[in-house]
């Protein structure tokens, strides 16, 4: 896979340290606006705005089964020609990339809410990889960006 010129500068970096309350989903999506939004391109913002939301909210909704306070880190690295995300979390490990979806459904009246989050995002980004560090889950999620990222 030829990944195309490199640079020898260090990449952008930002971090963003969220709880696990549901309100944090808009906040996390406003920062990466923030960051972003106008120096991608609409399709390439969408796919990473869905990764963040669907890695986000499965982990606030399956990873923490206890009552202690978690925190999870969001960490944005902007390369020359690509965008990676990465999720990282101290809940229990869970590797969605060998989660597989259900069977899609045949009839509209099948169709159910939930369970196509990990399609979508193995459908609308480039790279999707897992690890388990430290008793910590760190999900890296990568959208190329044709064109380049703007300055």
Known sequence: ?????????????????????????????????????????????????????????????????????????????????RIEIEVEDDGIPFDPLGFQPPPLPERLEDVTLGGNGIRLMRRFLDEISYRRSSDRNHLIMTRRVSGGIRP
């Open 1 to 81: 896979m030829n990944e195309g010129p490199r640079s020898d500068a260090p990449p952008s970096e930002h971090r963003l340290e969220i709880g696990t309350a549901r309100s944090e989903l808009r906040r996390v999506s406003a920062w990466l606006h923030d960051l972003l939004g106008d120096r991608l391109p609409a399709d390439a913002l969408f796919a990473l705005d869905l990764g963040i939301q669907e890695s986000v909210a499965n982990a606030m909704s399956y990873a923490f089964p206890d009552d202690r306070a978690h925190a999870m880190v969001v960490t944005l690295r902007r390369r020359d020609d």
